[in-house]
């Protein structure tokens, strides 16, 4: 069984800063990828950042040089720094690991954490 757990979220005012963090636990051999994605009221999920375990970047154009993404393969985290927040970036933040294979042999799954609450308002 494979768990994440992320922390971090809450309320700031425009053009603050917060830091997301996700730890994946269990019986975990590999993970592909490890990223971010949100999920504003009354939209669709979609992804904000992804890095994969070889350190290659993904961001979405809305949050490019604001937002950085990093990872931590020896513990299986992923953290998000967020600078410049705007109240747009306001949602549910969601961390997701890829690819996670438990052994060798079993092909890899996703699994999702539970999301995080992010405001920005004055």
């Known amino acids: 069984q494979v768990q994440l757990v992320n922390s971090g979220g809450g309320l700031v005012q425009p053009g603050g800063s917060l830091r997301l963090s996700c730890a994946a636990s269990?019986?975990?051999?590999?993970?592909?990828?490890m990223g971010w994605y949100r999920q504003g009221s009354g939209d669709e999920r979609e992804l904000v950042a992804t890095i994969t375990n070889r350190g290659i970047t993904n961001y979405a154009d809305s949050v490019k040089g604001r937002f950085i993404i990093s990872r931590g393969n020896a513990t299986n985290s992923v953290f998000l720094q967020m600078n410049s927040l705007k109240p747009e970036d306001t949602a549910v933040y969601y961390c997701k690991a890829e690819e996670v294979m438990t052994t060798p042999a079993i092909v890899g799954r996703d699994y999702w954490g539970r999301g995080t609450q992010v405001t920005v308002s004055s």
């Open positions: 269990g019986s975990i051999f590999s993970i592909y990828a």
